[in-house]
Nanobody, 125 residues
């Protein structure tokens, strides 16, 4: 089992940047594919980005490509979501999640076994 804790959220103006962090504890962090999801009020939780166990592969949702970057540092048991050129529609609670299947880079919520508590990102216009 792995425990995940997100941080780095906050209030930012449109066009600004934030860097979210996901700290992991418990089992070996590199055993897990790591994903980021977000959930806006009244909407379903949606996929944002995913990174492979050792960081060699990444995939981002079309809505954030070119603006967001996902990375990880297994030596520090950390994952990151760098968010640039933020838009009001990026406002949501952001969650990191760990997938133990080691099969592919899933964009499906159901593939992820462990979730953090979330961090709020609010982008003002």
């Amino acid at each position: 089992q792995v425990q995940l804790v997100e941080s780095g959220g906050g209030l930012v103006q449109a066009g600004g940047s934030l860097r979210l962090s996901c700290a992991a504890s418990g089992r070996t962090f590199s055993n897990y594919v790591l994903g980021w999801f977000r959930q806006a009020p009244g909407k379903e939780r949606e996929f944002v980005a995913v990174i492979s166990r050792f960081g060699s592969s990444r995939y981002l949702a079309d809505s954030v490509k070119g603006r967001f970057t996902i990375s990880r540092d297994n030596a520090k048991n950390m994952a990151y979501l760098q968010m640039n050129s933020l838009k009001p529609e990026d406002t949501a609670v952001y969650y990191c999640a760990a997938d133990r299947r080691n099969l592919d880079l899933s964009i499906s919520r159901g593939s992820y076994d462990y979730w953090g508590q979330g961090t709020q990102v609010t982008v003002s216009s």
